[in-house]
């Protein structure tokens, strides 16, 4: 299943990217600068989405007792973190032409900021605890607690950036999209999404066989390890 | 039950008073924490009054994280802890005791000490009554959600560092609130809705965190 | 009547036992031995609820006590190797915490009477931190005395630090327990100086099933 999923989210990307790079059409007032949208949009999609995965398999891994999902939700934290990071870096990249500045203190760039922190807090944690078992389970716990608090840090951010107007700038896009555009955003999100299973998928086998390395169907599978 | 609960405190504010040093630190720290922060920006007074909620709230909240690491780690290494997880009363009734007795020491102190901050801070009487309402309301949850952070880093080496990184993000809504209250009514507008607002995270913290605390505990203790 | 089934006990990568089985009625002694780094302890806390296992269950009465919790913490008193006193409180407050913590009712009376019975008559008010080891281990054990009804004693190297007169009064206590029909269990490096009518002996770091 791996080398489906990376071949798909290759090939997705790149229709993607032509998509967005020479088909759909030049934005009216922001030029060509808005074309960072195909990286930015589903980024910011998948960051938020795999947190809400890696907080159910975490739970599933809590309630069930399974390993499986637990080794789940820690193979995701990193793509989640590439992700809101990468979010984030586009954002900046964007927002230099558009409002002429790198960074400002808006609702979804701030909660996207804190989200990053829970990302890297849940890795912290896990990478703290040198028990598997105690880690997965330590972790599922911040995991769950955090993802009741997703709404609500984003809801009080969006309060806060209300009460200061001043700094606000409108993060909404042009009222009309051109189908072209969506199309090409589209292709990119499914891009992200093959390439966040495939890499998870990698990290979890690379998981599964660092903590099953003394078990005995690993041995027969690789007899010199 | 409650006789559970009322023995936990008892018990913890005892030893808060025996060992009464500790808890007056963290004031302490809570205030030249606040008063560092004039000698930093300027004493221009409409500078400050405009800062001041924001400054009180972020000290609060670095008092409240100091603080974290005297809730279980102490019961963690005497052995306390594990007669507390095997008890015949529920964990979360204990856990709720304890982290009651933690705001007693700490955050009713910061309270009551943003009195004497808000006049320094020139915030006239009605912003500096919002203050210390609002203190009232969000400390607890500082406590409450806290204890999470405490009880999945205890025994950890860099325990410290590492619950400000777990609690700090989790903070955001009670300082977006707390701080936004003041603002409110220095803008002229009504406090009641962010009160309202921190009154009800202060319930929705209360009656979730002490299972989750609970269930940190049993793993940490392992 | 407490159970253990296919036990499996591992720390880091090491196993420390598995398979382990034990089944000890009531007014029974059962004695967990072996050398150090067995798991003797990881056993104690195994059958405490405190520490998972990663094969196999324990029960009591029949019922898991993963499912029981609390029903069965009602039953069971647990002294560890650490003591669970505190320097900054006198040997009474530590007591009627202790109670209080474990959700036992504890009056005045009953707490100096327990302190008195573990030979601390005279230090009831003295801060625990000016007293020896083996008076804080004393302290320790005077939570049985509070624990009479209480069916199930699990006791981790309960003599440690003690002189020769607190190991005779506390193997008097065992054997009252288990005239009682209470269980104990314990581990200790010593003899078990106890003179019960039905005892049972495990031995870890040997891979045997329990012979009484």
């Known amino acids: 299943m791996i080398p489906w999923c990376a071949a798909a989210a290759i090939a997705l990307c790149a229709a993607g990217l032509y998509v967005g790079f020479f088909v759909a059409p030049t934005d009216a007032t922001q030029g060509e600068s808005y074309r960072i949208i195909f990286i930015h949009v589903p980024a910011a999609w998948m960051s938020m989405f795999l947190y809400l995965v890696l907080a159910f398999w975490a739970g599933v891994g809590l309630a069930l007792n399974t390993r499986l999902s637990a080794m789940m939700a820690s193979a995701i934290a990193p793509t989640g973190a590439v992700m809101t990071f990468v979010a984030l870096w586009s954002g900046a990249l964007w927002g ?34 040198d028990d598997p078992r105690r880690a997965d389970k330590a972790g599922a716990v911040l995991a769950l607690v955090g993802v009741v608090n997703v709404p609500i840090i984003y809801f009080s951010v969006k309060w806060w950036n209300t009460l200061h107007q001043g700094a606000s700038v409108s993060l909404t896009k042009a009222p009309t999209m051109a189908a072209t555009m969506l199309a090409g955003m589209i292709l990119m999100a499914l891009a992200f999404w093959m390439y966040a299973v495939a890499v998870t998928l990698v990290r979890v086998r690379a998981i599964i066989l660092e903590r099953e390395r003394r078990s005995d169907w690993i041995k027969e599978l690789a007899p010199g390890a | ?149 405490a009880a999945l880093t205890l025994g950890l080496r860099g325990g410290g560092v590492l619950v400000s990184l777990l609690v700090l993000p989790l903070y955001v809504p009670v300082l977006i609130l707390g701080a936004g209250s003041v603002e409110a009514v220095a803008a002229g507008l009504g406090a009641a809705p962010y009160l309202l607002l921190l009154g009800a995270l202060a319930l929705f913290a209360l009656v979730l965190t002490p299972w989750a605390v609970s269930a940190a505990l049993r793993i940490s203790v392992e | 009547m407490l159970e253990a089934r296919d036990l499996e006990c591992t720390r880091g990568e090491r196993v420390l036992f598995s398979a382990l089985a034990l089944r000890v009625e009531p007014g029974t002694l ?49 002294v560890g190797h650490l003591n669970g006193v505190k320097d900054d409180l006198t040997a009474a407050e530590n007591l009627r915490a202790s109670a209080g913590i474990a959700g036992l009712d504890a009056d005045e009376g009953t707490v100096r009477g327990a302190l008195d019975a573990v030979g601390l008559a005279g230090f009831e008010d003295s801060l625990a931190r000016f007293l020896s080891q083996g008076q804080k281990r004393r302290i320790a054990l005077a ?56 005892a049972a002996t495990v031995e870890l770091g040997r891979e045997r099933e329990p012979r009484s």
């Open chain 1, 96 to 129: 230099r032409p558009t409002w002429g500045t790198y960074w400002v203190w808006d609702a979804r760039l701030t909660s996207e900021l804190i989200l990053l922190f829970l990302y890297f807090g849940f890795m912290a944690l896990q990478a703290a605890i």
């Open chain 2, 1 to 149: 039950m409650i006789g559970t609960v009322a023995a936990v405190v008892r018990r913890d504010l005892l030893l808060a008073f025996r060992q009464r040093a500790d808890v007056a630190n963290t004031l302490l720290f809570f205030v030249v924490v606040v008063t560092m922060v004039p000698l930093g920006v300027g004493a221009e007074p409409n500078l400050l009054r405009a800062i001041a909620p924001g400054v009180v709230w972020v000290a609060a909240l670095l008092a409240a994280i100091l603080s974290l690491n005297r809730l279980f780690a102490a019961d963690f290494a005497d052995g306390t802890l594990e007669q507390m997880l095997i008890s015949a009363e529920p964990l979360p009734l204990i856990v709720l005791g304890k982290t009651a007795a933690h705001w007693l020491v700490t955050g009713l102190p910061v309270t009551a000490m943003s009195v004497v901050l808000g006049v320094m801070f020139d915030l006239g009487a009605e912003a500096t009554a919002t203050l210390a309402a609002a203190l009232a309301l969000g400390t607890p949850v500082l406590s409450l959600v806290g204890a999470v952070g």
């Open chain 3, 30 to 78: 059962l004695r967990v031995a072996g050398p150090n780094g067995t798991g003797k302890t990881s056993l104690l806390r195994m059958l405490c609820g405190l520490l998972q296992p990663t094969q196999g269950e324990v029960r009591w009465r029949e019922k898991p006590i993963r499912l029981l919790k609390e029903e069965y913490w009602a039953a069971l008193a647990y």
């Open chain 3, 143 to 198: 939570r049985l005395h509070l624990s009479g009804a209480v069916p199930l004693w699990i006791l981790d190297e309960p003599f440690t630090a003690l002189d020769a007169r607190g190991v005779a009064e506390l193997s008097a206590l065992v054997a009252r327990q288990l005239a009682g029909g209470g269980i104990v269990v314990l581990t200790t490096h010593q003899e078990v100086p106890v003179a019960a009518v039905r």
